[in-house]
């Protein structure tokens, strides 16, 4: 697995360093066998230190813990236990009701656009209906089944996720959680 780990303003030692490679490999080798990579950034907010963890697992899901703490390794140690339960309910809801993954998801590019909101009041007709582009990004399809893009989304605290149904090339589909508390999935066929 490919670790990046860094501290925004602040330095962090080889020891805390060599703390986080053991105690994040233990974890994700535990409900995982296929890590990617992983991204630890420290910061300090006030009085705490802030730890931010983002894994990305070679079946598309990305798992990502956010804590803080007096001291450093207390907010590692405290984002490692949100990873270890996002996991840990990762792999039940994989072993209850879905197949093991043979291959990698297959991820397709795609641009994302932010477009920018209306400035002035709210009665004010716009000079043009071409919308202003203030930020052009690219984002990645994944190619899940229907089942598996709603756990991703679950576990991700999305409002909506686009996927590919897997076995459909060029079809993209979403899943939405709807106000009234179910989820919502759009397909085009």
Not at 170 to 182: E, S, T
Request: proline letters at 4%.
């Amino acid at each position: 697995m490919k670790y990046q780990i860094s501290g925004r303003q602040i330095d962090i030692g080889e020891a805390l360093q060599t703390h986080v490679r053991g105690e994040l490999g233990d974890l994700v080798e535990k409900y995982s066998q296929r890590p990617t990579d992983a991204q630890v950034i420290f910061s300090k907010d006030a009085h705490e230190f802030v730890c931010e963890t983002i894994v990305h697992l070679s079946t598309g899901l990305t798992t990502q813990a956010r804590a803080h703490a007096g001291e450093i390794y207390a907010a590692f140690d405290q984002c490692a236990e949100k990873l270890d339960k996002q996991l840990r309910r990762y792999k039940r809801r994989l072993k209850d009701h879905h197949r093991d993954r043979a291959q990698p998801v297959e991820l397709s590019a795609a641009a994302s656009y932010i477009l920018a909101g209306n400035e002035g009041p709210d009665d004010a007709e716009p000079e043009s209906l071409q919308p202003m582009i203030i930020a052009e990004m690219e984002a990645k399809i994944p190619s899940l089944s229907v089942g598996e893009a709603v756990m991703q989304m679950e576990l991700a605290g999305a409002p909506v996720l686009v996927f590919r149904k897997e076995g459909q090339d060029k079809a993209v589909n979403i899943v939405y959680r709807r106000d009234d508390g179910n989820i919502g999935w759009i397909d085009p066929a």
